[in-house]
């Protein structure tokens, strides 16, 4: 391909993915139109293509197309509109899962032979660094530790504890759920990210594992009558930008 077509395909591209996101909205209304299961499992399949740290990949998923489970989510969702969707996926953060997926990454290396200093990394390096001990102890020690050897270099001074893991977690995972609304863009239906609800409800309807961390509710769907409430609205660029 010659450097002027790949420039075209490029300029195609970014259009293609620009018009994509103008397009996603809040959708607070949906018909009762299920979604196929086919698209469910591609759109799941392209979220965890999502970059995560040290591709620990920290996320699950909860997919409720259950009627029954659905209305009790309505209530759970303080009976907003957008939690009347014929389908919801709770995006859960899993703090918890980074040694298995240690383990995982070695057993799932996509080559034949595991190159030698990928598997001295997660074999010791990550298992040290994200383990954090009994109620955080060794959390502690690497905090003195950091403190003391970053005081003649650069070092990496985290996750050292169980409210940085939980934050590690989160933040992964979060690119997971924006990459998942996507994909159901790109499928013709529309999300809504849902943060108003009940977490101890949510436990109590759904099985979720007392480590993880529910950081949303996405209400999925064809939009209704109705479906997006408002113009979009952003802030000045300027406001949010700095540059050096």
Same mark, same amino acid.
């Given at each position: 391909?010659?450097?002027?077509?790949?420039?075209?395909?490029?300029?195609?591209?970014?259009?293609?993915?620009?018009?994509?996101?103008?397009?996603?909205?809040?959708?607070?209304? %949906?018909?009762?139109?299920?979604?196929?299961?086919?698209?469910?499992?591609?759109?799941?399949?392209?979220?965890?293509?999502?970059?995560?740290?040290?591709?620990?990949?920290?996320?699950? %998923?909860?997919?409720?197309?259950?009627?029954?489970?659905?209305?009790?989510?309505?209530?759970?969702?303080?009976?907003? *509109?957008?939690?009347?969707?014929?389908? =919801? =996926?709770?995006?859960?953060?899993?703090?918890?899962? !980074?040694?298995?997926?240690?383990?995982?990454?070695?057993?799932?290396?996509?080559?034949?032979?595991?190159?030698?200093?990928?598997?001295?990394?997660?074999?010791?390096?990550?298992? %040290?660094?994200?383990?954090?001990? +009994?109620? #955080?102890?060794?959390?502690?020690?690497?905090?003195?530790? =950091?403190?003391?050897?970053?005081?003649?270099?650069?070092?990496?001074?985290?996750? *050292?504890?169980?409210?940085?893991?939980?934050? !590690?977690?989160?933040?992964?995972?979060?690119?997971?759920?924006?990459?998942?609304?996507?994909?159901?863009?790109?499928?013709?239906? #529309?999300?809504?990210?849902?943060?108003?609800?009940?977490?101890?409800?949510?436990?109590?309807?759904?099985?979720?594992?007392?480590?993880?961390?529910? =950081?949303?509710?996405?209400?999925?769907?064809?939009?209704?009558?109705?479906?997006?409430? *408002?113009?979009?609205?952003? +802030?000045?660029?300027?406001?949010?930008?700095?540059?050096?």
């Amino acid at each position: 391909m010659s450097q002027e077509a790949t420039k075209h395909c490029a300029t195609d591209s970014a259009q293609a993915f620009r018009a994509l996101m103008e397009g996603r909205r809040a959708i607070r209304r %949906f018909t009762s139109e299920p979604v196929p299961e086919q698209v469910i499992q591609e759109c799941l399949a392209t979220a965890v293509l999502a970059p995560s740290s040290c591709n620990l990949q920290p996320w699950s %998923f909860h997919v409720v197309r259950s009627p029954e489970l659905l209305l009790q989510l309505q209530t759970v969702c303080l009976n907003q *509109n957008a939690a009347k969707a014929p389908l =919801i =996926i709770a995006v859960l953060a899993r703090p918890d899962t !980074w040694k298995a997926a240690c383990t995982n990454v070695l057993k799932y290396w996509p080559e034949k032979d595991v190159p030698r200093s990928i598997a001295s990394f997660y074999m010791s390096i990550a298992p %040290f660094q994200y383990n954090q001990g +009994f109620l #955080g102890a060794l959390g502690l020690f690497k905090r003195l530790l =950091i403190g003391w050897t970053g005081i003649k270099r650069p070092v990496m001074r985290g996750p *050292n504890s169980l409210a940085e893991m939980q934050l !590690w977690a989160v933040k992964s995972s979060s690119l997971a759920a924006q990459s998942l609304m996507l994909a159901f863009q790109s499928h013709g239906y #529309g999300t809504c990210p849902m943060e108003g609800f009940d977490e101890k409800r949510l436990r109590k309807v759904l099985p979720i594992p007392k480590e993880a961390i529910p =950081i949303m509710l996405l209400a999925v769907g064809v939009p209704g009558e109705r479906a997006v409430y *408002n113009p979009r609205l952003r +802030f000045p660029i300027g406001q949010c930008v700095t540059w050096h």
